[in-house]
């Protein structure tokens, strides 16, 4: 059965830091972190395949996406947080190689709540 355990969030001031954690059941080929915000769409925010990895511009030079493969634990490293950062995050991946080329993924945690004040 594949889990995704994530842990990490909080409340905190603007200008903190949150390093957020997603515990894997399996290997996966790509891992992500997306997140949503209420009244908006969910968005990617982070993405990693091997030594690839990518960002949503909003959080480029704050936030860092890694992978700790012998724990097989996925983190986001999360810094200089601003008020609109706050959503609920989640992480998301997928086996099929094809599906992460296309931002699809299979498996979801169950979301930790990040929420960033002013």
């Known amino acids: 059965q594949v889990q995704l355990v994530e842990s990490g969030g909080g409340s905190l001031q603007a200008g903190g830091s949150l390093n957020l954690s997603c515990a894997a059941s399996?290997?996966?080929?790509?891992m992500a972190w997306f997140r949503q915000a209420p009244g908006k769409e969910r968005e990617r925010v982070a993405f990693?395949?091997?030594?690839?990895?990518s960002y949503l511009d909003s959080v480029k030079g704050r936030f860092t996406i890694s992978k700790d493969n012998a724990k097989n634990t996925l983190y986001l490293q999360m810094n200089s947080l601003k008020p609109e950062d706050t959503a609920m995050y989640y992480c998301?991946?997928?086996?099929?190689?094809?599906?992460?080329?296309?931002?699809?993924?299979?498996?979801w945690g169950q979301g930790t709540q990040v929420t960033v004040s002013s």
């Open positions: 990693i395949r091997m030594d690839y990895t």
């Open positions: 399996h290997i996966f080929s790509c």
């Open positions: 998301a991946a997928e086996f099929n190689v094809n599906n992460c080329a296309r931002n699809y993924f299979n498996s």
